[in-house]
Every structure is written in structure tokens, then in C-alpha cells.
T-cell receptor, first 110, second 114 residues
């Protein structure tokens, strides 16, 4: 059983649609990370959250500590957003050994 | 955006041979990590380091050893490679201070053990 669960595993949408990817975790955490990985590519850190909400361009990440749940939203989705989005949690701020979800594969169709 | 580099990027090796992967950082971050990524498992922690000569095991450390003799270098060694160690290996660095938090991944090393 994974401590970090993501849904959906796969998501296909039309360009311009509003996208939501969910992450639930079962342990107390110091921080939650959202990461992006393009096919065959490296891993890029999008957000680190310990509470509330963060926004960067068309990406918005929220976290509800009480419910142990986070969401990543993409507004006005674009084909270049096609990637695997990975949720990860750290339990020890400062030494962030992360536990990862298995990722959500997002495909945006033009 | 160098900051962290892994070498080699790709390697094919034979079962039973030793293999060393290198992670080099220019950020002077305290923490360094080795993860492996396999289909259906997500990334899993192999070993991590919290300073020069200070290392500890992660979730999937069997068959791997690490060394950190300098802040900037973190080496992962497979003493005798097995086919189950075919994977993509990612190094990462992190630092947490009052003024800065950062978590950065290397570009990955694709290792095939035949």
C-alpha cells in the first residue's frame, strides 16, 4: 500500500480545458511537492506546499492538511502541459526524504 | 541550469559487474539523495546523505552503497549489478533555510543490466 495516492492515473483532455489532479496521503507531513516529468525527461519541481495555496502562471496547487489532500490545477491547458505529474511528501523538514505517488499521465489534445 | 549533473546519462553493463554512478552539485546543498524510478512504483529512495561522510539507507538500499567524500559529489555504487537493478536513477539535492527552500533533481541515468 502506497502512502501517497494520486488520481487519476491517466487523463486526456482537450486543449483549453481546466485540469485537476488529486493527491491523498496517509501520514503527517512537513511538505508536499508537485513535480513534472516530460517523456524521457528529467524531473522539475513545480511547487512545495505546507499549507494553503500557491500559483505560478497557469498552475495552481492547494493543500488541505486536515484532510491530507492536495490538488494541482492547470487552467487553459495546452499540449505542452502533456507530461507526468508526480505528488511527493516529505515528513522531516530540512531532510526531505520524499515518498512519491506513481504519477498522473496527462495528455492534452490540440 | 546545471546546478546538479549526473554521469553517465546512459549505461549498459553486464550482470555481476560493478557500476558507479556520479552525482555532482554546484549549489553547496547539504542534502543529497539517490532515487530509482521503475514503472508502477514511482520513485523510491535508495540512499541519502546529510553531509560529508554522513549517509543513511533508504527504502530500497539492498545491493547499493554510497559515498560522499566532498560536499559536491555523491556516488552510488552497485557492487555486483543484477537485472533487477535495471532502472532510471535520479540524484536530487535539497536545502532548507529560513530564506530558501529548494529541491532539485538531476537529469537521470538510464542503467541497463544485461
Amino acid at each position: 500500500k502506497n502512502e501517497v495516492e494520486q488520481s487519476p492515473q491517466n487523463l486526456t483532455a482537450q486543449e483549453g480545458e481546466f485540469i485537476t489532479i488529486n493527491c491523498s496521503y496517509s501520514v503527517g507531513i512537513s511538505a508536499l511537492h508537485w513535480l513534472q516529468q516530460h517523456p524521457g525527461g528529467g524531473i522539475v519541481s513545480l511547487f512545495m506546499l505546507s499549507s494553503g495555496k500557491k500559483k505560478h502562471g497557469r498552475l495552481i496547487a492547494t493543500i488541505n492538511i486536515q484532510e491530507k489532500h492536495s490538488s494541482l490545477h492547470i487552467t487553459a491547458s495546452h499540449p505542452r502541459d502533456s507530461a507526468v505529474y508526480i505528488c511527493a511528501v516529505g515528513v522531516d523538514f530540512g531532510n526531505e526524504k520524499l515518498t512519491f505517488g506513481t504519477g498522473t499521465r496527462l495528455t492534452i489534445i490540440p | 541550469d546545471a546546478g546538479i549533473t549526473q554521469s553517465p546519462r546512459h549505461k549498459v553493463t553486464e550482470t555481476g559487474t560493478p557500476v558507479t554512478l556520479r552525482c555532482h552539485q554546484t549549489e553547496n546543498h547539504r542534502y543529497m539523495y539517490w532515487y530509482r524510478q521503475d514503472p508502477g512504483h514511482g520513485l523510491r529512495l535508495i540512499h541519502y546523505s546529510y553531509g560529508v561522510k554522513d549517509t543513511d539507507k533508504g527504502e530500497v538500499s539492498d545491493g547499493y552503497s554510497v559515498s560522499r567524500s566532498k560536499t559536491e559529489d555523491f556516488l552510488l555504487t552497485l557492487e555486483s549489478a543484477t537485472s533487477s537493478q535495471t532502472s532510471v536513477y535520479f540524484c536530487a539535492i535539497s536545502e532548507s533555510t529560513r530564506r530558501h527552500y529548494g529541491y532539485t533533481f538531476g537529469s537521470g541515468t538510464r542503467l541497463t543490466v544485461v
